[in-house]
RNA sequence: GGGGGCGUAGCUCAGCGGUAGAGCAGCGGCCUUUUAAGCCGUUGGUCGUAGGUUCGACCCCUACCGCCCUCACCA
């Protein structure tokens, strides 16, 4: 059986620990085994100056590792680790319980022995006592070191520092100040960490440096761990509702050679053994939809969408979107789903509040939600003005300041109600019976074929929702998509998607439609000012890297086979 | 792309045309109930990058890089 040095004593490794105290070591590569020889055997970086530190074999000399710039006192350590025998990244260690479980209930657990674990923070030395926090995915409890319950680890405890990982077994019992600890009689370095944390009281501030490192800026930050979990939550909730109405979560193309369902202008790509030009997907609509063909009747989708445009604290150039298909049901029909959405997510994810604070001001999400007219907005806005009076809407466009040559009638029109209507939307609020004009994919109404059927939900200005009766008549379709190509720009596939009109020539029932930005709603619901604080890793322009010492790497797309 | 702002130690931030500063973190010392612990001492900088003006530039000017806000496009 091994047996590895510990700090200040040696005890049996492998046998894990009963009344073992101080640093538990694990039975694998100490100093003298084979694989540490392996490493060691590199040369000695010449950049460690002064310092036992072992290079990594990688590390040639003229070359930079990049674990060198890091603050060398962490490296002493170490090394300092792992020449006591003291793995710093052991393969694995005890298994610990949450540390929420510890809290809850606490009183009737003072006494129990635990083992917790997660990162150690803000380490307060007090004479021959020492207290830090632990951190872990479902709360944050003191621990105590002792000298006199710790003597082997006492010695070595400026090892173990702020940031670790550490596994700890230890008495639940109170301080004299009453903050509920954890008495530690043994305590396993779970992982060691090379980089300082940042400031223990600011946390980490600087915007860029937040969406760069986000996990410095989430095990940092307890807010930001926060909304990502309502994230979590929303999306869990959103499944939720869906499943309980019978949809089918599905899963259709990201990939796909004719982009549609939406205007916007795709990301292109290439696929080498196909050698096929391919888009990143605007939108799953047309997909979606043509499973209603195929009779599934009630379909849904969350998933990631491409578009090739501006970013802004709305925007980013992929987003998660919902869109959900229900068969014999009409735009009224999914209005009251998203009435019913809403009331699940106030339940589920506000905890039975209706009312949010958002961007500085309230407001009440309970169903249901003011619906208003497109057209009547339209026309309060303009002073009376017909929407379908295109020389009149064309001189507001020009009060307005607004750019309308070129520009189709009905694209003057929406840009007016842009720009006089969408700021007053506060919501929430349904817009609805949209100009069909603007509404490429949706269904006329049978008493007016200038209207289409659809509304768009608001809230702080803000598009949140859009939803149709969903055009279902091929030629009306083909007839359509004719249209859009004619002015064929950037945002409009540049060929008529034939496979879907032949899909929709053998059958779409009548069918409502729904999409909803599940970023836009996070930040609703969490009072995030920028889709870059729900989002975990947003697009940002690359910064140049650190030298590292290493030969040009190739283009990704074409790199070098594996063995060469 | 236009306009405005920002970039100084690992982190949070001061600073000023005349030798680069504080707090936290780190390092050394004291303290057995601290908790933004405290006290004493101390290490740490290509002031985003590159030019220019100047006897002298972190500071003034220009260009560039990155981020934020805003307008335009969009969800």
């Known amino acids: 059986m091994a047996r590895s040095r510990v700090l200040g004593a040696d005890i049996d490794a492998a046998g894990g620990g009963s009344g073992a105290r101080g640093i538990l070591a694990c039975a694998c590569a100490g100093p003298g085994s084979p694989r540490a020889s392996a490493a060691g055997a590199a040369a000695w970086n010449p950049r460690c100056l002064g310092l036992s530190c072992r290079a990594f074999p990688r590390a040639a000399a003229g070359t930079t590792n990049l674990t060198d710039r890091i603050a060398k006192d962490r490296l002493e350590k170490l090394e300092a680790l792992r020449a006591k025998g003291v793995p710093p990244y052991p393969a694995r260690v005890p298994s610990p319980e949450p540390i929420a479980g510890c809290l809850a209930g606490f009183e009737a657990r003072i006494g129990q022995t635990v083992t917790v674990a997660g990162r150690l923070t803000q380490v307060r030395d007090f004479g021959k006592l020492r207290f830090s926090h632990l951190l872990d995915r479902s709360a944050s409890i003191q621990v105590g070191f002792q000298r006199d319950r710790l003597p082997g680890f006492w010695e070595d405890r400026r090892l173990v520092e702020a940031n670790d990982h550490v596994v700890v077994t230890g008495e639940l019992g109170r ?56 994230r979590a939550r929303v999306l869990d909730t959103v499944r939720a509702f869906f499943n309980g109405h019978g949809y089918v979560e599905v899963e259709t193309p990201i990939l796909q050679s004719i982009f549609g369902g939406a205007t916007a202008r795709p990301f292109k ?40 445009e501006g970013i802004s604290p709305r925007h980013n150039p992929e987003f998660t979107m919902l869109e ?77 300041g607004l750019a309308s040559a070129g520009l189709p009638d009905e694209k003057v029109a929406n840009d007016v109600f842009e720009a006089t209507c969408e700021k007053t939307l506060d919501g929430p609020v349904f817009v609805h019976d949209y100009p069909v004009a603007i509404c490429p994919l949706a269904k006329a ?119 060469g």
């Open 269 to 308: 790509t290439h696929h080498n053994a196909l050698d096929m030009e391919l888009y990143l997907r605007i939108a799953p609509e047309l997909y979606l939809k043509r499973l209603l063909v195929g009779g599934l009747e009630r379909v849904y989708e969350i998933g990631r969408v491409f578009r090739n």
């Open 324 to 400: 959900s298909y229900e068969a014999y049901a009409d735009y009224r029909t999914i209005m009251a789903r998203v009435e019913g959405l809403f009331a699940l997510l106030c339940e589920r994810v506000l905890g039975g509040n209706t009312v949010v604070r958002f961007r500085g001001r309230e407001y009440d999400l309970r169903p249901p939600f003011r619906k208003v007219r497109y057209l009547d907005l339209f026309a309060e806005h303009n002073g009376g003005l017909d929407f379908f009076d295109a020389r009149a809407v064309r001189a507001r466009a020009a009060d307005l």
């Open 175 to 230: 301080t004299q100040k009453g903050e509920p600890t954890v008495w530690a009689t043994q305590v396993v370095l779970a992982s060691k960490t090379l980089r300082h944390a940042p400031e223990k009281w600011h946390g980490l501030q600087d915007v860029e440096t937040r969406y760069r490192m986000r996990y410095v800026d989430l095990f940092t930050n307890p807010d930001v761990r926060k909304v990502f979990v309502t």
């Open 445 to 563: 109404a049978d008493h007016d074929p200038r209207i289409a059927e659809r509304f768009e939900l608001f809230v702080a200005g803000m598009e949140v929702g859009n939803a149709f009766s969903e055009l279902n008549d091929p030629v009306d379709q083909e007839r359509r998509f004719r249209a859009q190509l004619e002015h064929h720009d950037e945002e409009s596939p540049s060929e008529l998607d034939v496979d879907y009109v032949t899909a929709l020539e053998y059958g779409m029932p009548p069918a409502g439609g729904l999409g909803i930005g599940m970023d836009r709603l996070t930040m609703l619901l969490t009072d995030s000012a920028s889709i870059r604080d729900v989002v975990f890793f947003p697009l940002l322009r690359r910064v140049a890297a650190p030298d590292v010492g290493l030969e040009t790497a190739g283009d990704p797309g074409t790199q070098a086979p594996a063995g």
